[in-house]
């Protein structure tokens, strides 16, 4: 067997129809993982399934009943081997102009949909053992400016992650997380578009250097980080943040 196979490997990976999730999809369909998607983008869900290996539900993972019934039935007939949260969503401002309404949505999304998948999960890995795999990011450790809402979820995420790790490596459960910094995915583009209409070339350049390295990440970088941490040449590795930046924390600071 090659190091870091995921050959007879269940593993569900929210968010997994675009960006980072689709590549971490991907990626480990090809190390032999069977992958189920639970994604809220129907025609996503579409596109990833075409791959062998890859299937896919439709989900709110801010909803806990929607995402336990989904998951249960996974666990029915395959277990689960692998839980990565990954769906998440972005908001800029800061603590003015953050209202109640924006406030309430990343929290339902990025912290209660990481613990939805969690606690789902957590029930069917405690009598085999298992791994968790949280998407926190870089403004989980460090202040980025218009980032309020988004550092307060993925801050939980760091803590959440850290607190599962405690509770149950017991069983044999692992918990780790990573933290991306800037990477290059639909999204970015579609933000500056959005944002930046006529200077897409100029901000995609000016965000790209935020990074020491000189350059955005590239999901199936995140995706590598992933599959490493998720298999069992892993197995010694609990309870850490992963940070996959660029420098971005510690040369910037």
Not at 34 to 49: C, G, M, P, Q, R
Not at 179 to 207: C, Q, W
Request: glycine share 10%.
């Amino acid at each position: 067997m090659s190091r870091f196979s995921l050959s007879g490997k269940t593993a569900i990976i929210t968010g997994g129809g675009s960006g980072i999730g689709k590549a971490m999809a991907l990626a480990f369909a090809e190390s032999g993982a069977k992958v189920h998607v639970l994604d809220s983008n129907k025609e996503a869900i579409e596109e990833v399934t075409q791959v062998n290996g890859i299937e896919g539900q439709r989900c709110d993972v801010s909803n806990q009943n929607e995402m336990k019934q989904i998951i249960d039935q996974i666990a029915s007939s395959k277990g689960v081997d692998i839980m990565i949260n990954n769906a998440g969503i972005a908001h800029i401002g800061n603590l003015e102009n953050t209202s109640e309404e924006d406030l309430d949505k990343i929290y339902a999304v990025n912290v209660k949909g990481v613990y939805n998948g969690m606690k789902a999960a957590i029930s069917h890995m405690k009598s085999r053992g298992g791994v968790i795999l949280n998407l926190a990011s870089v403004a989980s450790s460090v202040g980025i400016s218009d980032r309020f809402a988004y550092s307060m979820s993925k801050g939980a995420v760091l803590t959440m992650t850290l607190s599962v790790a405690k509770d149950y490596v017991k069983d044999n459960i692992r918990c780790n997380c990573i933290s991306p910094g800037r990477v290059h995915t639909p999204f970015v583009d579609g933000f500056i578009a959005k944002n930046y209409p006529g200077k897409e070339a100029e901000m995609f350049e000016k965000l790209s250097a935020t990074q020491p390295i000189g350059r955005m990440g590239k999901p199936e970088e995140i995706a590598n980080l992933a599959i490493f941490l998720c298999s069992d040449e892993a197995a010694f590795i609990t309870g850490t943040d992963y940070p996959i930046d660029g420098g971005f924390i510690k040369l910037n600071t």
